[in-house]
């Protein structure tokens, strides 16, 4: 399998991360039911999935080829994943709860054990007290370099090109997000809040050896109401 060309019995169109080592672009594969990844060879981890074959992107060196697992929400999320991504929904709530704009991000490391939490914290003035920054520096004290590559920060939204650079130069692994940026600055849009200083580009762009997973359609409405009480200051 190499280049395009349709995997049976698996769904939908994704496009093959190009690999960070030397950002060859592999082309497209058809995949069906979910997203597709490509081992990421410089850290030797793989995205969680099913192995639905491999690509050639130099002679004599292949990378295996993973689909996700189908899931109704469209995002390669399970239960005990879920269960950070609630927590990250109680933290923004929380936020909007002390005056403060509604995000939540909880880190996870490779074990799946919570290592810490944070909610925004931008209402005093600092507007960079976003939980995905203080994250990302508060690992660098609590993790080795290969425990923050193996960890996952799960988060209400998408970080913004602050928190993903810094998630990025930390070596933090995987981020799954609620509500994407785009969705957040469509909202904003429509509530007539003024754009933000700072442009609003996808971690992809940002950080591209990350990788991302979102939106998560189950738990998009929560976040989004949240959004609407902040600037309206009623619920939704
Ligand atoms: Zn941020």
Same mark, same amino acid.
Not at 55 to 70: C, D, K, N, Q, T
Not at 172 to 186: D, E, M, P, T
Not at 189 to 214: F, I, K, Q, R, Y
């Given at each position: 399998m190499?280049g395009?060309?349709a995997?049976p019995?698996?769904g939908?169109v994704?496009?093959?991360?190009?690999?960070?080592?030397?950002?060859?672009d592999?082309g497209?594969?058809d995949?069906?039911?979910?997203?597709?990844g490509v081992?990421?060879?410089?850290?030797g981890?793989?995205r969680r999935?099913v192995?639905?074959?491999?690509?050639?992107?130099?002679?004599g060196?292949e990378?295996?080829?993973?689909?996700?697992?189908?899931?109704?929400?469209?995002?390669?999320?399970e239960d005990?994943?879920l269960?950070?991504?609630r927590? /990250?929904?109680?933290? *923004? !709530?929380?936020a909007l709860a002390a #005056?403060?704009e509604?995000?939540?991000? &909880?880190?996870?490391d490779?074990?799946g054990?919570v290592?810490a939490?944070?909610?925004?914290r931008v209402a005093?003035?600092?507007?960079?007290r976003?939980?995905?920054?203080a994250?990302?520096?508060?690992?660098t004290t609590?993790m080795?370099p290969?425990?923050r590559?193996r960890?996952?920060?799960?988060t209400s939204?998408e970080h /913004?090109p602050?928190c *993903? !650079?810094a998630?990025?130069?930390? #070596?933090l692994?995987?981020?799954v997000y &609620?509500?994407s940026?785009a969705q957040?600055?469509?909202?904003l849009?429509e509530?007539g809040?003024?754009a933000?200083p700072?442009?609003?580009?996808?971690v992809s762009d940002?950080?591209p050896?990350?990788?991302?997973?979102?939106p998560?359609?189950?738990?998009?409405?929560e976040i989004?109401?949240?959004h609407?009480?902040?600037?309206?200051?009623?619920?939704?």
């Amino acid at each position: 399998m190499q280049g395009r060309g349709a995997v049976p019995g698996i769904g939908r169109v994704g496009r093959i991360p190009a690999p960070s080592e030397d950002a060859l672009d592999v082309g497209s594969l058809d995949v069906v039911g979910g997203t597709v990844g490509v081992e990421q060879a410089r850290h030797g981890c793989r995205r969680r999935g099913v192995h639905v074959g491999t690509v050639s992107v130099l002679p004599g060196r292949e990378r295996s080829v993973f689909a996700s697992r189908p899931c109704e929400d469209g995002a390669v999320i399970e239960d005990r994943e879920l269960v950070h991504l609630r927590r /990250c929904v109680e933290l *923004a !709530a929380e936020a909007l709860a002390a #005056g403060d704009e509604p995000f939540g991000s &909880v880190l996870v490391d490779g074990d799946g054990e919570v290592r810490a939490e944070d909610r925004n914290r931008v209402a005093g003035g600092d507007r960079t007290r976003h939980p995905e920054f203080a994250l990302a520096r508060l690992s660098t004290t609590l993790m080795t370099p290969e425990e923050r590559h193996r960890a996952t920060v799960y988060t209400s939204g998408e970080h /913004c090109p602050m928190c *993903a !650079a810094a998630h990025g130069w930390v #070596g933090l692994g995987r981020i799954v997000y &609620v509500a994407s940026s785009a969705q957040l600055s469509a909202w904003l849009s429509e509530l007539g809040v003024p754009a933000p200083p700072v442009a609003t580009l996808p971690v992809s762009d940002v950080a591209p050896n990350v990788v991302v997973e979102g939106p998560v359609p189950s738990l998009v409405e929560e976040i989004r109401a949240l959004h609407v009480r902040f600037h309206r200051g009623n619920a939704s």
